[in-house]
């Protein structure tokens, strides 16, 4: 399932959040929300609020509808993150995180609703000019079980600084597994952020747009 | 003579103490050398800890510099510990703390010359 990523050549990184491509901790005592529209195929609601630097704890609701045979499954989880290590460099800093968490799921290829089970993991790598994230995230439960693993590799045209707006443009790798998607779906994003505020957009290879807002407080 | 001499001592001392301004300890600035400081939405937890203390007046972060500087409030101080353990606590490793002379205005503006 990662063998896109292999070939990739990022083998700085480790793994990633949620769906979402930003980190899964802000900061300590604060909130992040997040809403994410991922090409048709995904889509990604999260409220976590960080007791500490390295611990978030929140829920979210997630919902994908196969590009392949119209399968849907609606998902709605608790989740705790964890920062597993971070690497303060002097002029980068790399972040390893973890998650798990349990959810109730529907669906319309199964009866009622069924325990969801929700782990995975990140890894970035960023400075002011680069930025790397590898994420894997897996949803299963006794009907179905699904994954999706997520490469972004970004620069910056001009580095920001604390006061400005930030500007990268991404380029996306995403596989899919549980008959969700066939292939990689590539996808180019710019990526905007100032203050607390991000906005990402951009379109897939195939011309599905892509969407992700998020909030930190 | 020698007692009126006294009395005029006495009552000038008095008087200067009276009008003397009282003086307390000047604002002081920190300035804080972070490592991992690469991205402001990202380092916004560290204003926010910092903003947290009673004693803080401003503060300022250079992402360039990988600086944080901050002025505290007339009278008021922040002992290197707490700004080390509330950097720590914010995700960021500090490698020096710094008392300037300088106001934060002053570092503000020099941190936002160009080279």
Not at chain 1, 187 to 213: D, S, Y
Request: charged content about 20%; hydrophobic content about 45%.
């Amino acid at each position: 399932m990662l063998k896109f990523l292999a070939g990739s050549g990022a083998g700085i990184l480790l793994a990633s959040a949620s769906v979402a491509q930003a980190k899964p901790i802000a900061f300590a005592n604060g909130t992040t929300v997040m809403a994410e529209y991922g090409a048709g195929t995904m889509e990604e609601a999260q409220a976590f609020y960080a007791p500490y630097y390295w611990l978030s704890l929140g829920g979210g609701w997630l919902r994908t509808d196969s590009d392949i045979d119209g399968r849907t499954r609606d998902i709605r989880y608790l989740r705790a993150n964890y920062l597993v290590h971070r690497w303060n460099l002097d002029d980068a800093q790399a972040n390893v995180f973890a998650w798990g968490g349990l959810g109730s799921a529907s669906g319309n290829t199964f009866r009622g609703n069924r325990l969801d089970r929700n782990a995975g993991f990140q890894a970035d790598y960023e400075t002011r000019w680069v930025y790397a994230a590898l994420m894997s995230d897996l949803h299963e439960s006794s009907a179905y079980s699904q994954r999706v693993d997520t490469l972004q590799l970004g620069f910056a045209p001009y580095a920001h600084d604390y006061r400005d707006l930030a500007a990268w443009f991404v380029v996306q790798a995403r596989d899919y597994s549980g008959r969700l998607y066939h292939g990689v779906e590539w996808a180019a994003l710019v990526r905007l952020f100032k203050g607390g505020a991000w906005v990402e957009a951009g379109v897939t290879a195939a011309g599905k747009p892509q969407l992700m807002m998020m909030f930190n407080f | 003579m020698h007692f009126g001499k006294t009395i005029l001592f006495a009552f000038a001392a008095s008087m200067t103490i009276a009008i003397a301004p009282v003086r307390t300890a000047a604002a002081a600035t920190i300035e804080m050398d972070v490592s991992g400081l690469v991205c402001a939405f990202c380092a916004q937890g560290i204003e926010k800890k910092l903003r947290a203390f009673p004693a803080t007046a401003d503060v300022v972060v250079s992402l360039e510099k990988r600086l944080v500087a901050l002025s505290t409030k007339d009278g008021a101080d922040i002992g290197d510990e707490e700004l080390k353990r509330a950097l720590t606590d914010a995700g960021y490793s500090v490698k020096a703390i710094r008392r300037e002379d300088e106001t934060l205005d002053a570092v503000r503006h020099r941190l936002e010359a160009k080279p």
